[in-house]
């Protein structure tokens, strides 16, 4: 292949790992601008997610095939049951915790993470679930390379989520609430804002998606298994934090910015794709040094 | 704490508690004249990980900075005590400082950049640079790859040859002993009140004069070598390391260790290391489910003994 059919492919492929991470990336980014938690269970919501979707899946398929009539169904349900235990484990495990010391919550927030592994993984016994569809492998070629409809689908579906929630935060007046509580929790109360209810809101949107970005893999992907949300969390985290933490642009950017530097990192000469973990984290490492507020990012004030 | 102790202001020794001490370690250095192998094994695991937990304390519990890659200190240990013997066929004796140098470097290479970030962005940081020496030990040439490293010599110690469980039982019981005791001197000194401090209010210790980044710095750092030497002796007593050995699960177990216990708290921790370790033991048959039982009883202790098992008392 020519070179800029090389490049053209990893486009398509940065732009389709990209979006995943953005979803995800999002969630990630509203619960910690709101409450300053680090969700560490968040990448195990994308897996919780995968798994509800190819459960209802699998039950309507009979009827409403495993095509896009099936999937979009499929992914409804995902988000809406995700979207339920988000705000389930914020009542259960975070709400105690609101004014614990801030590394009760970090561990707790582990314990959810291993908790939901775990149960993943006795379920499935370790092993990977095949998630089959009858999307074909139809689209359009642009020289060499071959984009499907299944793959700008999704980067159409992502991309719709983003704006939507974009719409959300910026114009309602649940978002206006959202933004008012990550810039002061007291004074909202005071104000008569329903704090609780606007948080277990926040992980409503953030889980359910999770959810969705975890059904569009398991389509994308074929397969699926009770690790998957570990890394995707850790890399969802780091495209929030290159997109600026707390900013819903900043977390798209983020994610389609990380897709594109791991896809286009793998095409490097001398360094394999077993190494571009390696590559990730050192970037995120490197930009929490030079640039901790992220590309988009308000520069945070911490007070005492 | 006795009277008299109180009276001079440093943490003493009554006599009752001294005898305590040494009828214990009398008690536990007997264990090898009649316990079988089946039980020495587990205890030398269990004086290995009361180690690496009393290495995690210094980070977690004294500094307060939550470190989630920690088993990557013990990688790094295991690996050099590897690589000293069979790649450059030195003693391993020699391994022991060049790991502590090497672990140091690995605690500032951690830390130096990242100490003057949020605690939670700390906590992503320590995951994803465990993730990288996991990955980067099994991608490497030098450290045998996805297989390891195989037929690492034991060490000979004053004629001794170290070939037996017993003789690691020793080893490993002396190393958590030592762990105790320098955890205990740390934990007192200058620097112990230093993390203390900074951990329960950075802005006030940086007030009063505390070089807070040094001071966290110094926590990482002999935090590392805690899992180093650690790390060495592993080395010589299973005789093969591989890349699996260190994975984040690994680094979760110990951080369980001492949260469990009562981080901050040295015979806390102590106790949440004997657990993590003989727990599953007495729990063979949940075997493939006991992470979940662990997730399942961290998180209660989190919501209800936020502090753990047998916390700290605040002064």
């Given at each position: 292949m020519p070179l800029y059919e090389v490049l053209l492919q990893q486009l398509a492929n940065g732009l389709i790992l990209g979006s995943f991470y953005a979803l995800v990336a999002l969630g990630y980014s509203m619960v910690y601008g709101v409450i300053k938690l680090l969700n560490f269970a968040h990448g195990d919501l994308y897996m919780v997610g995968a798994f509800a979707g190819f459960g209802a899946l699998s039950l309507i398929s009979g009827w409403a095939g495993g095509g896009w009539g099936g999937i979009v169904p499929a992914i409804l349900f995902s988000m809406l049951a995700v979207g339920v235990l988000g705000v389930i484990i914020d009542r259960v495990a975070y709400r105690p915790l609101r004014e614990a010391p801030k590394l009760s919550v970090l561990i707790t927030a582990l314990a959810v993470s291993m908790l939901l592994e775990n149960v993943a993984l006795a379920f499935t016994g370790g092993q990977y679930t095949a998630f089959t569809t009858s999307l074909g492998f139809a689209g359009i070629n642009l020289g060499m390379v071959h984009v499907t409809w299944t793959q700008m689908v999704l980067v159409g579906t992502s991309v719709v989520l983003m704006v939507v929630l974009e719409l959300f935060v910026s114009g309602t007046r649940h978002g206006k609430a959202m933004r008012a509580i990550a810039i002061d929790q007291d004074a909202c109360r005071l104000m008569g804002i329903d704090v609780d209810r606007t948080i277990a809101l926040t992980f409503l949107i953030g889980s359910a998606l999770a959810a969705a970005a975890g059904v569009l893999a398991g389509v994308y992907y074929g397969s699926i298994n009770f690790f998957m949300g570990f890394l995707i969390g850790l890399k969802a985290f780091t495209a929030a934090v290159i997109g600026g933490i707390g900013s819903i642009p900043g977390a798209m950017l983020g994610g389609i910015l990380l897709g594109l530097l791991e896809a286009f990192g793998t095409q490097i000469p001398g360094v394999g794709s077993e190494w571009k973990d390696v590559f990730v984290f050192a970037f995120l490492i490197l930009f929490l040094v030079f640039r901790p507020t992220g590309l988009l990012g308000q520069p945070e004030v911490e007070r005492m | 704490m006795s009277e008299a102790a109180v009276r001079l202001g440093r943490p003493g020794w009554s006599i009752r508690r001294a005898l305590g001490v040494v009828v214990l370690l009398a008690a536990l250095a007997a264990v090898?004249?009649?316990?079988?192998n089946y039980y020495l094994e587990v205890l030398s695991e269990a004086w290995f990980y009361v180690l690496l937990c009393l290495g995690l304390n210094i980070v977690v519990g004294f500094a307060g900075l939550l470190d989630l890659g920690y088993a990557a200190f013990f990688a790094v240990g295991a690996y050099t005590a590897g690589i000293v013997t069979l790649r450059l066929g030195l003693s391993f004796w020699l391994s022991l400082p060049i790991s502590v140098v090497a672990a140091s470097i690995a605690g500032v290479i951690i830390g130096g950049p990242t100490l003057r970030l949020r605690s939670d962005y700390l906590a992503i940081v320590t995951l994803g640079f465990g993730e990288m020496v996991r990955i980067s030990v099994r991608n490497l040439a030098v450290t045998g790859g996805a297989s390891g490293l195989v037929g690492i010599e034991r060490p000979t110690l004053f004629g001794y040859h170290l070939d037996s469980i017993g003789a690691y039982y020793y080893v490993f019981l002396l190393l958590a002993v030592l762990g105790v005791v320098a955890s205990h001197r740390l934990e007192n000194s200058r620097i112990g009140r230093a993390w203390k401090y900074v951990r329960s209010d950075e802005d006030a210790a940086r007030a009063m004069g505390i070089n807070h980044a040094m001071v966290k710095l110094a926590a990482y750092i002999l935090g590392a070598i805690f899992a180093a030497i650690g790390g060495c002796f592993y080395a010589a007593k299973m005789t093969a390391i591989s890349p699996e050995t260190f994975t984040f699960n690994q680094s979760l177990l110990i951080l369980l260790g001492v949260v469990l216990g009562g981080r901050g708290k040295i015979p806390g921790v102590i106790l949440g290391a004997l657990v993590i370790v003989i727990f599953p033991e007495l729990f063979r048959d949940v075997g493939s489910m006991r992470m979940l039982v662990f997730a399942i009883s961290l998180l209660l202790i989190m919501l209800f003994r936020p502090a753990g098992i047998w916390p700290e008392k605040w002064r």
């Open positions: - | 090898p004249g009649f316990a079988n």
